[in-house]
Structure formats: C-alpha cells, structure tokens
C-alpha cells in the first residue's frame, strides 16, 4: 500500500458530509499530502513561519510611522532597517538550521504521547480552554525559571546574551536567541502539551497546541515589540505581562523573567526594580510635556545605566568561573 493510500484509509469510517469546513480542510491536508509525519512538520513550519513573521511585519510598519513613537516604551530607540534585516536572517537561520530538522520528529512524538493529529472533528473551544490554560500556566512557570538560570554567568555569557543584544527589543528580535536557548526554552512551549497529553490519551488534539502556538507566538512577539498602547492587553488584565514587562527585562536587565503572566516575579521578588520605576513614571502624569520627558529621558538612562553595570558584572563572574576552571 502506498503511503496516499495508507493516508485515505485512516479516513475510511468518517463521515465527511457531518464535517465543518474547517475539518474538512484539514483532513484533505493529510490525505493531500499523502504522509501524515511529513503533513504534520510541514504544517508545523508553515504555521510557525507564517505566525512569526505575519505578526512581526505590523510592528515593523508601526516603527517606521512616527506618530505610535508617544506609545514607545523607548522613544529614544527605534530598531533601523539594518538592524531588523541583521534579526532576520539570524531569525531564519535558526528557523531553518534548528527546527526544521526538529520537526519532522513532532509527529512520531505526538503520536507516541497520545496526542491526536490527523484525526476530525477537530476539538470545540470548550475543550480547548482548559488545555490552553494549562499550557500558559506551564510555559509561564518553565521559563521562569529557565530564563532565570540564562541569566547565571557562564549559561548567560554563551547563552542568553545573544538575546540581550537589543536593550530595546522590537517584535522580530521575540527569537533572536541562541540556537541552544530556542531549544531550552521551546521545552516550555511544547512541555505543557506534552505532559498533559501523556496524563490524557488520546484527548489532546494537534490542532490545539497549533493554537497555543499561535497564541504563544503572538504573547512573544507583542512583549518584544516596545509599545504599550492604552488597549494593551495588560491594561485589562492586570497579571498579563505585555511588552511593558519584558521591555524592562531588556533594558534594566535583571528584573521580569516571566513571560505571559507578572505573579511569579512579583511572589518571588524579581520586580521591584521594574516596580519603583513604574512608579516615578506614574508620578510624572499631570505635569507639562516638556518636564515629563526631560525626567523620563533622565529615568530611562539611569535604568539603563543600572542593567549595563549589572550584565558586565554577570560577565565578569563567567569570566572568573572559567578562570577556576582553567587553573
Ligand atoms: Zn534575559
Ligand atoms: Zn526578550
């Protein structure tokens, strides 16, 4: 039996006529493609690619129209052409040198951790929502703690500076990172499905970490992209996160680890730097234009100075673990 065959049977007892539009389509995917290992990772790529980039593109269109500069989070600091094209290719090149090899292993390792792939109906959003929930709860968690780890000096000097290059992110720079950090810190994407698909077989369907990834996407990117604008997720939901978090991860250096969600950093202390300088910011509204900027160019220099001093110092302490190390 040939593998287009071997794709058409596994449809043999579904009733197409009862499928959504949706559903129809993705069961004409697999047997299209003839070979659900390779209509797996090659959906996979597709959907990050275009995810990534199709998000990435409306930031790079804010940058260049002046008038979103009163939302920049940095006003001083616009990412030029030069260096987004720089992020690009080494965006790419991990793209394509680290996960497209990886991926055509995602199917046997979702079908060996009981997920469903090829499989229709496609789940309901009732389904989904608790499954999502979990999987940024999870991711949340893991690269807490991950990215904190990054930042111990020799993982941070080999590792995570690369990520650090941009003191003030833009949204294409979300993976900008060392192929060994996307690996580290893919494990808290795709954990939390993984766990729960072990726990629950055969209940978590790929079409829902497709999802998730589409949204986990999205919550990178837009934490990358600089702006915080007054309809900002973070201005509804006061524990998200949002560019306003990580972009002080970016320049002050050592606060805001997290990713989706503000609890951890606030339970375990890592935002108090970010949180005394919120609050200078906040005490600058009311007062005329021109000395709001002045204290908050003055601000934005000090906490920037701070996160200069503090990433030598990690540095520095690498470069003296080596040194032991060596002798
Ligand atoms: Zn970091
Ligand atoms: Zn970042």
Redesign the pocket.
């Known amino acids: 039996m040939n593998a287009v065959n071997a794709t058409t049977s596994i449809y043999d007892s579904t009733d197409f006529a009862s499928l959504s539009y949706l559903e129809q389509k993705w069961a004409a995917w697999y047997i299209y493609i003839g070979n659900p290992i390779l209509a797996t990772g090659l959906a996979s790529f597709l959907l990050h690619e275009i995810v990534y980039f199709g998000r990435s593109i409306p930031w790079i269109i804010i940058d260049a129209i002046p008038y979103f500069r009163r939302w920049k989070l940095q006003p001083n600091k616009i990412p030029s052409p030069q260096e987004q094209w720089e992020c690009t290719k080494q965006v790419l090149f991990s793209h394509f040198m680290v996960e497209l090899p990886v991926i055509w292993f995602f199917h046997p390792m979702a079908e060996m951790f009981g997920m469903r792939t090829y499989e229709v109906p496609l789940p309901t959003f009732r389904e989904m929502l608790p499954q999502l929930a979990w999987f940024f709860f999870f991711e949340d968690l893991f690269h807490y703690l991950a990215?904190r780890a990054?930042?111990y000096g020799p993982l941070y000097k080999h590792i995570?500076k690369l990520?650090?290059k941009y003191s003030a992110p833009f949204g294409l720079a979300a993976e900008y990172a060392h192929p060994a950090e996307v690996a580290i810190l893919g494990l808290g994407t795709i954990g939390g499905p993984l766990i729960f698909a072990a726990l629950n077989p055969h209940v978590l369907h790929i079409a829902t970490v497709y999802l998730w990834i589409t949204l986990r996407l999205f919550q990178a990117i837009d934490a990358h992209s600089g702006y915080d604008f007054p309809w900002s997720l973070n201005k509804f939901i006061p524990f998200w996160s949002g560019a306003d978090h990580h972009d002080f991860?970016h320049m002050a250096?050592t606060n805001n680890?997290a990713t989706s969600f503000r609890w951890w950093d606030r339970m375990l202390g890592t935002d108090t730097s970010y949180r005394s300088y919120r609050k200078k910011m906040a005490a600058l509204k009311g007062k005329a234009k021109s000395e709001r900027d002045a204290v908050e160019k003055a601000l934005l220099a000090e906490v920037e100075a701070q996160g200069l001093i503090a990433e030598a110092e990690v540095v520095r302490k690498a470069d003296g673990v080596e040194k032991v190390k060596a002798a």
């Open positions: 990215h990054l930042h995570h990520h650090h991860h250096f680890f």
